[in-house]
């Protein structure tokens, strides 16, 4: 079956900086878009970062860009979120998400296969 886990959260301070890994097994991985979403207390999940099969394209939400990047190693089944200059509104379980398409998706309705999530903290 396929599954999704993510590893790398934790706590750290402001300004800081996490790396995210979302490692895929049961699925042909370069078949799919990868993305990461996030969700803090009390809101909804929202769409952070996504990457092309390739690799070739990537897309952020407004607020991590310039801060975050999404890279993926389609050798080893497994995407990356580098996140540096974080801040306290990042705190969130983050998750990574897997849609078997061509185009990155910031729709959340659109993946068909989600990791468990990994909660990352930065305290100010």
């Known amino acids: 079956q396929v599954q999704l886990v993510e590893s790398g959260g934790g706590l750290v301070q402001a300004g800081g900086s996490l790396r995210l890994s979302c490692a895929a097994s049961?699925?042909?991985?370069?078949?799919?878009?990868m993305g990461w979403f996030r969700q803090a207390p009390g809101k909804e999940r929202e769409f952070v970062a996504g990457?092309?099969?390739?690799?070739?394209?990537?897309s952020y939400t407004d607020s991590v860009k310039e801060r975050f990047t999404v890279s993926r190693d389609n050798a080893k089944n497994t995407v990356y979120l580098q996140m540096n200059s974080l801040k306290p509104e990042d705190t969130a379980v983050y998750y990574c998400?897997?849609?078997?398409?061509?185009?990155?998706?910031?729709?959340?309705?659109?993946?068909?296969?989600w990791g468990p999530g990994t909660q990352v903290t930065v305290s100010s």
């Open positions: 998400a897997a849609n078997m398409a061509l185009v990155i998706s910031r729709r959340s309705d659109d993946y068909e296969y």
């Open positions: 049961g699925l042909t991985f370069n078949y799919y878009v």
């Open positions: 990457i092309r099969r390739s690799g070739d394209v990537t």
